[in-house]
């Protein structure tokens, strides 16, 4: 027989744009890393597609697979292709977010002694000749550059590519209780927590997963001596099944399981909940089903760290079956828990966006929590939607997906209503807890006095004191870190800019100037560069402003605040949350991070500040934001029984998202907004990319997008050109258009036009091709 002739298209980790396609003369499997040719040099590539038949043109060869068996099943490998052909993305990049750091496989030169060939006489060369002795292998980086040269082209050694293995998984470090706690004297606070932590779960637990306790080394040492404890640095291999208890699911609860087909292969499901309708509960319940068919399930929830109280969940459930991926892990506890995913022995990957990346084999099922969440979509190269490739994922695995949300985005409401491509919407009416939703109360802000309007009118006043005094809790959204979100001068209206980007400098304090899009700081101006008057002054409220306010206006009150300025620092919103559960902060102030699914069972009163802001946003999914916002925010009261209350301060009462968040309307609010869009022939009913150009010269930029948005193809739109909402951004001006079309090929066919005709990377423009785009305008 002769040799088959065989060809595979490969992304290589290089950024060179597209796909690449080599011959092969082994079998070879699409989910398997191969190391490639590219230019003069060789580079790791992961195999997405193979074909046996002849390669239609010459093609390179494949110097050495890297993978005994596909570390990718073929769901994934089609998923990653389908990513690179519609967002239009690098799959270089796609591969790097795919794969750990360390795992991208580097080669490295290596230098051996020809026994025959005589040692070159120049003297610069024989100090290098006792490198060589005794069959030792040098490292072609550790010489000099001429020296290297000198030495090949004297035939004295010859040089050979070696593959540098990845560094080995770390080993993970386990530990469970072996005694009750009640050896221990009272004193002993945090030894007797920490065991009695340990009991509750009943089974081994990482250690790495115990990391925000305090003094955790000092502990485990303590306990190991009193034999309280046993350690364990193994790999972790035997299954654990449910640990916790599991609650008797709920009617609704319950028609949800019957109706997701596990067995059917996919389907698309919206579980529908209002909040505190326990979701998770039903996720939980659907991938023990799942993990007892002997499949794995893989779990996307919307920026990780701040919901660590979803993860812990899922450990107290499933113990070591759970892999947690997000960007806030070290190198080796992703590759850890990427090793894990891998040889199956965590069977539940949960995890930030790009964990829809996960190398689960066999899923049963993909589930994407608070699917509506716009962290889903990444803002930077590769520009994928998480959400939209769980779904890809899910088709290709052949299993269903669920999405889970109170706040649905119009795109699954949409889609769902269709009942296209095997959907269905289920319904969560209740609470779980049997808790009703909470009254919404409105301020209309035009009625009370200028002075005593902002932040705390009267009315929110009165009920943040009821609240204090039944020693309930509070939370309050100010959608504006910072201290305040202008800084004029109060005689002639000067703003204090960015240099480098066309918005305002946010006061802060310690006393500085941020840029909040470009990160530049300064110092305050003591006088208007203007005008040189001195009085400068400070206009409106940012949450640090807040925070402080409320200590002056109720001192006996523990305040705390939630946003990305705490969130900086690694292991803060965790504390924050837990000292808030424990019922040791009595008022938590916060940006949008308050509303991201948090469960705090004795928060009572929801206080907005400006609930109007942001609605008159020009971009056409400002309002489906804000109502997302305000009713995730006003879902966090009243969730253990409690009755909850939400006072809303706003100017425009009567805006209809404020009025359909005011009644618990979600369905109302959707209609309106998707009869709107239909008008404005926008997504979902249309497919959409945003173009975006910019260049260090304004009119060069104009020019350009202007050459650019003229090019047209049949079946498409084009929307602008206009200058972006933030003009000039790190110095960069900033002017775009929206193409869209009905049908996903014409969309395709136009950004591939698009492609021919954009200038070279030199030129100076860069031109970011967002498809399926989060912002419209
Ligand atoms: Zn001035
Ligand atoms: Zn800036």
Redesign the pocket.
Known sequence: MSIMSRWARVAVARPVGRLLDYRCSQKLYPGQRVLVPLGNSQCTGLVLECFDSPPPTKLRAIEAHLDPVPIFDSGLCKTLAFACHWYRCDPGQLVRAALPAGLGISTMKQLIRLPEAPWPEAKSLQALESLFQGDRTVRAQDLDKKDLKALLSSGAVSCDTRITQPAPEPRIERIRATKDPEFLPKRNKSQRQLLEHLIKIGDWVAVSQLRHIKGLRRLIRLLETADALERSTQSLHEVVDHVDRIPEPTEEQAAVLDAVDLKGGFSQHLVYGVTGSGKTEVYLQLIKKVLDQGKSALVLVPEIALTPQMVSRFSARFGNQVAVFHSGLKDSERRSSWHRSLRGESRIAIGARSAVFAPCHQLGIIIVDEEHDSSYKQGENPRYHGRDLAIVRAKESDCPVVLGSATPSLETWHRAQNRRQNSQVHRLKYRATGATLPSIELIDLKSIPFQKRLPVSPPLYEAIERTLERKEQAILLLNRRGWAPLMTCLDCGFECQ?P??S?ALVSHRPQRLV?H??G?EQSPPTHCVECNSTQIGELGQGTQQLEQHLRGLFPQARVGRLDSDVGRRRGAVRGLLERFAAQEIDVVVGTQMLAKGHDLPSVTLVGVILADRGLQLPDPRGSERAFQLLTQVAGRAGRAGKPGRVLFQCFDTQHPVIQAACQHDGDGFLRWEQSRRQAMGLPPFRRAALIRCSHRDRKSAAREVQRLSRISSPGCQILGPAPSVMER??DQWRFQFLITAERAQDLQFHLARLEDQKRPKNSGFRVVVDVDPSELM
């Open positions: 960015c480098h980007c918005v840029c899009y470009c530049f951004h790190r």
